[in-house]
């Protein structure tokens, strides 16, 4: 069966260090991957999207990786600071513009000063 | 002003009633989505639709309905509510590209 697990519930980090969130899938193959940040009450907001063929995209302080291979993505914050606590949400989308995409349930990072 | 309008933001209902969510935005995409969000289980797609003459049923479709009225606006309808359908529901747009998504502030409801 199709599977997207997201590590842990929660993730607890010192201000300053690295996170790191991981988007693991079994038997998907998806064209495009996302992630998404959420904050409590409030709709997600898009941060990143890389496709199958790219192994790494960057955007200031975060940085994804797609290994197609292990079926994984990490999602990195540099330089983690108390405002990047939220829930991220990695999405696998199979097709493209979202007609078969799959959410996972998000991992809630929680930055500590 | 929100560029992603979602009315109500909180109903409370009775099982078999009708109930109407409704979506507004003023970004000009032709993609709209409607997503529900359930403890455990993450975002999940409803409908979705690529223009106005465009309605797709995306996973969960069973017990909805929708309608798009204009390029702006996109309703969300459960004809006769049951209380597995108490969830957070998400209406979302995207341009054509379809790379990313712009989120509403979410319907938060509950058949009792």
């Known amino acids: 069966s199709q599977k997207i697990e997201q590590n842990s519930e929660a993730l607890n980090i010192q201000e300053g260090k690295t996170a790191t969130l991981t988007c693991n899938y079994t038997?998907?193959?998806?064209?495009?991957l996302q992630w998404y940040r959420q904050d409590p009450g409030r709709g997600p907001v898009f941060l990143l999207l890389?496709?199958?063929?790219?192994k790494e995209k960057r955007k200031e302080r975060l940085k994804v990786t797609f290994d197609t291979t292990l079926k994984q993505s990490l999602f990195h914050i540099t330089a983690s600071q108390p405002a990047d606590s939220a829930t991220y949400l990695c999405a696998l989308d199979m097709a493209g513009g979202y007609q078969k995409v799959t959410f996972g349930i998000g991992t809630k990072l929680q930055v500590i000063p | 002003d929100a560029d992603v309008t979602q009315t109500p933001r909180n109903r409370i209902t009775k099982t078999g009633k009708r109930i109407m969510l409704e979506c507004s935005q003023t970004?000009?995409?032709?993609?709209m989505y409607w997503y529900r969000q359930d403890p455990g289980l993450g975002l999940r797609l409803i409908y979705y639709s690529f223009d106005v003459k465009d309605i797709n049923k995306g996973e969960i479709s069973d017990g909805y309905s929708v309608s798009r009225q204009a390029q702006a606006k996109f309703s969300l309808s459960l004809e006769s509510a049951i209380p597995n359908q108490t969830a957070l529901y998400f209406c979302a747009t995207s341009d054509n590209r379809g790379i990313e998504q712009f989120f509403g502030p979410g319907t938060r409801l509950t058949v009792l």
């Open positions: 890389i496709r199958e063929n790219e």
């Open positions: 970004k000009g995409h032709d993609r």
């Open positions: 038997n998907y193959s998806p064209a495009y």
